[in-house]
Nanobody, 123 residues
């Protein structure tokens, strides 16, 4: 059974940085695509970034391109989201997700989800 556990959220001032971690277990992830989503209060969950576990190719939503960086550590079995130049509108619960093979931005096509970690950016 795949388990994804996020950590690293918290309260940060606008302009600051945070690094989120997602510890992955329960499977060999070589054929998986890992992604980060977020959900702000009253809004739909939105795609942020995705990375192929094997090859490291990445994709980003326009809203975070240039500020957020997704990476993975195949030894630690973890995926990270480095978030820089944070804005109050980045306040949300951030989720790690996984699916096999095909990279997609569509949240309904991800099979596995973590419990989320809260990020709050103060102005």
């Amino acid at each position: 059974q795949v388990q994804l556990v996020e950590s690293g959220g918290g309260l940060v001032q606008a302009g600051g940085s945070l690094r989120l971690s997602c510890a992955a277990s329960g499977r060999t992830f070589s054929s998986y695509v890992m992604a980060w989503f977020r959900q702000a209060p009253g809004k739909e969950r939105e795609f942020l970034a995705a990375i192929r576990w094997s090859g490291g190719s990445m994709a980003y939503a326009d809203s975070v391109k240039g500020r957020f960086t997704i990476s993975r550590d195949t030894v630690q079995n973890a995926v990270y989201l480095q978030m820089n130049s944070l804005k109050p509108e980045d306040t949300a619960v951030y989720y790690c997700a996984a699916r096999r093979v095909i990279a997609t931005t569509k949240l309904g096509e991800y099979d596995y989800w973590g419990q989320g970690t809260q990020v709050t950016v103060s102005s």
